[in-house]
C-alpha cells in the first residue's frame, strides 16, 4: 500500500518530497490513492478469509500466498506501467483503447508507452517489486519471532474497520468531485486494474443519448445539417477548365499549427506562399480524432459510427457512395497513396470498395529513406517526398486523358514523428513537440514539390488541391497528449484550405463545418449533383446552419458539436456537460454551462437526436449491403 502510495504521487504529477510537510499534502496524497488502496485492501480481505477457512491445510495456504503475491505485485507492475500510460492517453489503458488501437494487427499503444519505459523504469520497477516482497517477507518474520502475528492481523483489522468509513466518506467525495468538476484529472487517479475492469462494463447503450427517439422525429431531423433551398443555384466558384481534384491529408495536424490558422511557429511557409490562390475556410473539423473515422467522413459525407467499433474495419464492404467512387463513375482516373500501414483497421479492404484504381501504401512503393517506430523493428512508413513522387509519375502514365480525383496522405506527423534532414529547434524544453513541428514543416515542402510538380505539368489551374487535417494532435493542454482521448479544439479542430489560381484569390470563409461537408463541396465545385445518401451540405451553401458534431471513444464516450461561437461537450462518464464561447475562450478554459442551462437542456436533445438519427442510417445502409452479399 505504502509503495502504490508513492506510485500514485508520480502519476498525479506530485513532488513525493513534499507529501510528509503538511497534513493537507498528506491527505490529498491518501485521497488520491483511493482506489490503489480500495483494491489492495480488497485483495487482502479476500485472502485473509481463504486462510481463515483453509487454515489446517498447508497446501491451500501454500498455493493462496502464491497468487496473493503474484496479485499483488501485477497490480504494482501495471500501476508503475500505467506512470507513462496516463502521460500519453490521458488516461489508463481500456478495453476502447485496445479495440480502437487493434493491438492484434498495431503495436501503437504498446510501442508508445513502451517509449517511455527506459532500463532506469525498469530497474525501479524491480527494485519497488523486491522492496515489497522482501519488505512483507521481513515484516511476517519479525512478528512470528517476537509472536506477534495474532496482534499485528488484529491490529490492521481494527485500524482497516475504524479508518474504512471516514476514507471512503471523504475519499469517495474527493474522487466523484474529480470526476465531476475536473475530469481531465481522474485518469490521473484511477487505478489501472479497475479502471481496465469496469471499462468491459461500460455501455453507451446504458446512457440517455442511445434512448429510442419516435420514427417521425428522426425523420424530421433530417438532420444535423440543412440540404439547402431546393432549386438554389450554387454559390460555389467555378471554371470549365478545373476537373482535377487532389486531398492533401495531412495526418495528425490541428488547424492551429497551419499558415491561416494560428500558425505560431511558422513551419508552413509553402502553403503561406500560396495564400494568393486559396481559400481558407475558418473552422473544419473532424467527427472523432482517429484516422480511421476520418476516412469514412471525408469519402462518403456521413459520420462514423458513434461507437467503439467503426464502419471501416467491422464492414469494408459497405454499399455506400463515395466521392471517389461518385467520380469514378463520372470516368475519373482514381488514387490513393497513404504513407503507412492501409492494412491497419482493414482499411486497405474499405478503399478496395470505393472505387480506385490504384491503392499504394509504403509497402509497394520504392524509396530509400524508411522509418521504422515499432518494438520489433519493422518499417511504419517512408520519406512523404516519395509519395508526391510515385502520384506524379501515375499522372504521367495517362496524361491527357480523363480527369483524376487522388488521396494524398501524409504519415511523419504521426506520433513518433519523423524527421527527414536536419532537425531544427522550434521549441526548446520539448522534444516530441519540436520533432513533430519539424514533421510538418517537411510535409509543408512536400506540398510544394506537389504543387509544383502540377505546375511544371501544366496542371495547377485544372486542379483543385484540398490541404486538410485528418485530426489533431496535442501537446500537454487539458493534460493531455496524442489525439485520441478527447474532443478540444487542438484534438479535432482541423485546416482546411483548397489551392486554385482560377478559383481562389486569397479568401477566408468564415463556416463551421466538418468532413462530412468536404465530399459535397469538392462536388459542388465541379458543379456536380451529390448522392441522395450524404448528410452533409456543401460549405458554399449560405442556408447552411454552420453546425457540426464529433465524438471520442478512447477514453469514456465524449459527445459534443459546434454551432456558431459555441462548443457543447458532454461526458457520459460522469453525466457532465460543458460549454465554451470559443470566440472569447478559443482554448476552452473556461466552462460557462453554469450560465446558460437553457442551451445545455437543448445540448441533450440535440446531441441525442444525431446519435440516433445516425445510428438509424448507418443501421439501414449496413442491414441493406448485408442482404445484397446474401442474395449474391
Not at 512470528?144 to 474504512?164: C, E, H, P, S, W
Request: charged share 20%; with cysteine; aromatic share 12%.
Amino acid at each position: 500500500m505504502l509503495v502504490l502510495l508513492y506510485v500514485r504521487t508520480l502519476t498525479y504529477g506530485l513532488a513525493y518530497s513534499t507529501v510528509l510537510q503538511s497534513k493537507r499534502t498528506i491527505k490529498e496524497a491518501v485521497f488520491i490513492a483511493y482506489e490503489d488502496l480500495l483494491l489492495i485492501l480488497g485483495i487482502w480481505a479476500l485472502f485473509v478469509v481463504i486462510s481463515l477457512l483453509f487454515g489446517k491445510k498447508a497446501a491451500i495456504q501454500k498455493a493462496a500466498y502464491g497468487v496473493y503475491a503474484s496479485l499483488l505485485l501485477l497490480a504494482l507492475v501495471w500501476s508503475l506501467i500505467n506512470i507513462e500510460a496516463v502521460k500519453i492517453l490521458n488516461t489508463p489503458v481500456n478495453y476502447q483503447l485496445l479495440y480502437n488501437s487493434n493491438l492484434n494487427d498495431s503495436q501503437f499503444i504498446v510501442d508508445s508507452i513502451a517509449e517511455g519505459i527506459s532500463w532506469g523504469i525498469l530497474l525501479k520497477i524491480l527494485l519497488l517489486c523486491a522492496l515489497a516482497v522482501g519488505a512483507g517477507e521481513l515484516l511476517y518474520a519479525l512478528a512470528r519471532k517476537i509472536k506477534l502475528t495474532g496482534f499485528v492481523t488484529a491490529t490492521m483489522a481494527t485500524a482497516v474497520a475504524a479508518g474504512l468509513g471516514y476514507y471512503m466518506l471523504h475519499a469517495n467525495l474527493y474522487i466523484e468531485e474529480l470526476k465531476q468538476e475536473r475530469f481531465d484529472d481522474y485518469g490521473k487517479v484511477a487505478n489501472p486494474v479497475v479502471a481496465f475492469a469496469a471499462s468491459f462494463g461500460a455501455n453507451m447503450e446504458e446512457h440517455f443519448m442511445t434512448r429510442d427517439f419516435p420514427v417521425d422525429s428522426l425523420r424530421a431531423y433530417r438532420p444535423i445539417q440543412n440540404k439547402g433551398a431546393i432549386g438554389k443555384p450554387s454559390e460555389a466558384p467555378f471554371h470549365p477548365k478545373v476537373k482535377n481534384v487532389i486531398l492533401f491529408v495531412m495526418e495528425s495536424v490541428p488547424a492551429e499549427y497551419v499558415a491561416g490558422y494560428q500558425d505560431t511557429y511558422n513551419v508552413t511557409p509553402v502553403l503561406k506562399k500560396h495564400f494568393a490562390e486559396s481559400l481558407v475556410i475558418s473552422d473544419c473539423y473532424a467527427h472523432s480524432p482517429a484516422s480511421v473515422n476520418s476516412i469514412f467522413s471525408m469519402l462518403g459525407s456521413a459520420y462514423p459510427a458513434i461507437s467503439i467499433q467503426n464502419v471501416v474495419n467491422e464492414h469494408p464492404d459497405l454499399r455506400w457512395p463515395t466521392l471517389s467512387s461518385e467520380l469514378k463513375e463520372k470516368q475519373y482516373r482514381t488514387a490513393f497513396y497513404g504513407f503507412s500501414d492501409l492494412s491497419y483497421m482493414n482499411v486497405d479492404r474499405y478503399l478496395a470498395h470505393r472505387g480506385f484504381d490504384v491503392v499504394v501504401d509504403h509497402k509497394n512503393t520504392p524509396c530509400a529513406t524508411t522509418f521504422k517506430s515499432d518494438s520489433e523493428g519493422a518499417e511504419t512508413g517512408k520519406d512523404e517526398a516519395c509519395m508526391v513522387d510515385g502520384f506524379l509519375n501515375w499522372v504521367d502514365e495517362e496524361e491527357g486523358q480523363d480527369p483524376f480525383f487522388a488521396v494524398l496522405w501524409t504519415m511523419q506527423t504521426h506520433w513518433p514523428y519523423f524527421v527527414s534532414g536536419n532537425e531544427k529547434t522550434y521549441v526548446s524544453g520539448n522534444e516530441d513537440f519540436n520533432r513533430y513541428l519539424n514533421a510538418l514543416h517537411y510535409s509543408d515542402a512536400v506540398l510544394g514539390n506537389l504543387l509544383d510538380g502540377l505546375k511544371q505539368k501544366g496542371l495547377a489551374e485544372s486542379t483543385v488541391v484540398v490541404v486538410l487535417g485528418d485530426h489533431g494532435e496535442a501537446f500537454g493542454r487539458h493534460g493531455q497528449y496524442g489525439h485520441g482521448s478527447s474532443i478540444y479544439e487542438e484534438n479535432i479542430r482541423i485546416p482546411l484550405i483548397f489551392i486554385n489560381p482560377l478559383l481562389f484569390c486569397g479568401q477566408q470563409k468564415q463556416a463551421v463545418g466538418g468532413l462530412v461537408d468536404l465530399p459535397v463541396t469538392v462536388m459542388d465545385l465541379l458543379h456536380e449533383p451529390s448522392p441522395t445518401e450524404w448528410i452533409g451540405t456543401s460549405l458554399f451553401d449560405s442556408s447552411r446552419d454552420n453546425t457540426t458534431y464529433f465524438f471520442s471513444t478512447w477514453s469514456g464516450y465524449l459527445y459534443g458539436y459546434r454551432s456558431g461561437d459555441y462548443k457543447v461537450i458532454f461526458n457520459a462518464g460522469n453525466n457532465k456537460t460543458s460549454v465554451f464561447d470559443l470566440k472569447k475562450d478559443p482554448r476552452e478554459e473556461t466552462d460557462i454551462a453554469s450560465k446558460i442551462p437553457a442551451l445545455v437542456n437543448e445540448s441533450h436533445d440535440r446531441l441525442g437526436y444525431w446519435v440516433g438519427y445516425n445510428r438509424a442510417l448507418l443501421g439501414k445502409a449496413i442491414s441493406n449491403t448485408e442482404n445484397t452479399t446474401a442474395l449474391r
